[in-house]
């Protein structure tokens, strides 16, 4: 299993006008950044959050995490989320800085500038069922009105060509809406998008953040699919209680799968549709139970 990093980047919506995210009709006050891959390959044709597989050379002072997370995020969208412009770009008038080979920790301390400020949110594995497994830490990042670098930064981004197909802003619940019918997301998006859409301004959403309980969050969330009579997918998360025993190889069975009573004790699933494409339609997130990943 191979160990990942991906970022949820969120901005003012203020600072993206005209851009997707401000013309969808919406209640939230900030965009999240959101990208397609080529291919498809293990994501299918779904929007994930920017991120990676971790290099042996992410090191940093926030963690070998973070400056995956960060890399990562700068390699794909030319975004570089630091306190400051760096002097090395600075001096360059085609703004054409890269990492290159320089691992990240000489590159933290050769630009003179840190990142800004992450928080641990939650951490997914794979399904065992995959064949390609990632043990994938999920960090948030929300720039804000003081973080002049970065919003100076808003309006340039660009798709990897190698890597990407497309790079978009979308506000949570507007995300959350489209996927009803044909904006297809995996498990974990879709979780974090139902979580993240509670919040209607992004200055709550960064205070909530600081709260964040970094032990919990540090907890691996692997969900089990599993295909109701109805056609219906069904994502178990640990602490629902049909969430099966890995060690004796269970299965829930069909009528574990029905959720009769939404509000009823021992839930931790979420309803979905398979995509033509990959990914998965009219996601349902049902939790009344407290383990996994905090509670935005």
């Not at 056609?231 to 602490?239: C, D, K, S, T």
């Not at 009528?255 to 494409?277: I, N, S």
Request: charged share 25%; aromatic share 6%; proline share 7%.
């Amino acid at each position: 299993m191979r160990s990942a990093a991906s970022l949820i980047v969120t901005a003012p919506l203020a600072a993206l006008a005209g851009r997707t995210a401000a013309r969808g009709n919406t209640a939230c006050n900030y965009g999240v950044l959101m990208v397609r891959r080529v291919g498809g390959g293990s994501f299918g044709g779904a929007l994930v959050f920017p991120g990676g597989v971790q290099d042996e050379q992410d090191k940093g002072p926030d963690g070998p995490h973070v400056a995956c997370a960060i890399r990562e995020t700068y390699e794909e969208t030319g975004l570089l989320l630091l306190t400051a412009a760096p002097p090395a770009l600075r001096a360059r008038a085609d703004a054409s800085f890269r990492v290159s080979s320089t691992s990240f920790r000489d590159f933290n301390s050769t630009i003179g500038a840190t990142a800004l400020r992450t928080h641990a949110l939650a951490r997914w594995t794979t399904p065992r069922a995959q064949q390609k497994r990632f043990d994938t830490r999920f960090l948030m990042l929300n720039i804000g009105d003081g973080d002049k670098f970065a919003l100076s930064q808003l309006g340039q981004e660009h798709v990897q060509a190698s890597e990407l197909v497309e790079l978009d802003w979308i506000a949570p619940d507007q995300a959350l809406r489209d996927n009803r019918t044909t904006l297809a997301l995996l498990p974990p998006q879709a979780y974090m998008l139902h979580e993240l859409s509670q919040f209607r301004r992004w200055q709550d959403l960064a205070r909530r953040a600081e709260l964040l309980d970094r032990t919990v969050a540090d907890r691996p969330m692997e969900p089990v699919l599993s295909r109701r009579s109805d056609g219906r997918i069904v994502a178990l998360f640990p602490g629902d209680r049909a969430y099966p025993d890995m060690q004796e190889n269970e299965r829930p069975g069909d009528a574990d799968l029905f959720c009769r009573e939404p509000h009823a004790p021992g839930l931790h699933r979420m309803e979905m549709d398979p995509a033509p494409a990959g990914g998965f339609l009219a996601t349902n997130l049902i939790r009344t139970v407290t383990y996994g990943q905090p509670r935005l």
